[in-house]
């Protein structure tokens, strides 16, 4: 389906969409943050382009779109965007799913080097000058649990594999992991416990959704032995978060890298600033200096897809809101 109307809820002054200047001359791009500016041409535009968190703007708009055919996320997660009427819809929503990945994977081996290595006790001796000699811990012949085994988690599978490690999958359908080579194990949602008792380190991928709020609870921490280290980079709403304080305060784990947290910004006076068993990084571990430019991208690939009726990468499940 040729198009001749996108819509994009974003500043018109933002780098990355400049990519957009390279479309065909027949369609017209209209930029916008507000309806103010935006709502005449969403009554004629077949693509709504999302690339800032403005669900009440998407759905002022979406009243108007009585031709929208297709609505696409610069981000991957959508939480923050779905409302009723599109999550109903038979409009197809596409999200930049894989775009990330990489970068959250690579935190995530971070994570565990800085643990495995013990790098807050390098950093306290430096600033002490102090010369003491410790063992650090390998990677190797340790034991990864992913919670929420999707792109990002095998993203950090790859990586987690190339240190020799051992890695266990669990995911709500655990049948679309069967046989892959990255893998040892993979365990449905209601065996989660069984993987967190089996690892040494747990990585938390999971989306915001109804079904996975406060997923990790009092029960799963206290299946944690006393040396693994819990990493979150999916949402903090999946956490029981002062059932993990409570943990880490009381040394029942080594300690967490967390990326995201159930209130954000994280509040000065929140416990887990003080915690030095903590990693804390201001939910930015993706933002490289291309994530933007490489989400546009995908959002380019998609839209040719869209125009020559081929299937459209990364359709989201509106329902399971992922």
């Not at 065909?24 to 500016?37: A, H, K, M, Q």
Request: aromatic share 8%; glycine share 8%; proline share 6%.
């Amino acid at each position: 389906m040729k198009i001749d109307q996108l819509l994009v809820l974003g500043d018109p002054s933002w780098p990355y969409l400049r990519a957009l200047e390279g479309l065909s001359p027949r369609i017209t791009v209209t930029t916008g943050l507000t309806e103010d500016v935006l709502g005449e041409a969403a009554e004629r535009a077949q693509v709504f382009f999302v690339c800032t968190p403005r669900q009440d703007v998407l759905r002022s708009l979406w009243r108007r779109a009585r031709h929208l055919r297709w609505v696409h996320s610069l981000s991957a997660g959508v939480d923050h965007l779905l409302f009723d009427e599109l999550v109903h819809s038979p409009l197809p929503l596409t999200n930049a799913k894989g775009v990330y990945s990489g970068a959250l994977g690579e935190f995530a081996l971070m994570a565990m080097l800085f643990f495995a290595k013990d790098a807050h006790r390098m950093l306290r001796q430096q600033a002490e000058a102090r010369w003491e000699k410790f063992e650090p811990a390998e990677l190797r012949g340790q034991t990864l649990g992913i919670l929420g085994y999707g792109d990002i988690g095998r993203a950090a599978a790859q990586r987690a594999r190339a240190f020799g490690m051992r890695v266990l999958a669990c995911r709500r359908r655990p049948e679309l992991s069967a046989g892959d080579a990255l893998v040892d194990e993979v365990f449905p949602l209601e065996r989660r416990h069984e993987l967190f008792a089996a690892s040494d380190y747990v990585l938390l991928a999971m989306p915001d959704t109804p079904g996975t709020q406060r997923l990790v609870g009092e029960a799963e921490l206290r299946a944690l032995a006393p040396q693994a280290v819990l990493i979150n980079v999916g949402r903090g709403g999946t956490v029981d978060e002062p059932a993990l304080v409570r943990a880490l305060q009381e040394r029942r784990l080594r300690g967490a890298a967390l990326d995201v947290f159930e209130h954000e910004p994280l509040p000065a006076s929140h416990p887990l600033w003080r915690l030095d068993n903590v990693l804390l990084s201001p939910h930015c571990a993706d933002n490289t200096p291309q994530w933007r430019e490489r989400s546009v991208e995908l959002f380019l690939r998609n839209l040719e897809r869209f125009e020559h009726g081929e299937p459209l990468l990364n359709v989201v499940d509106k329902a399971a809101g992922y």
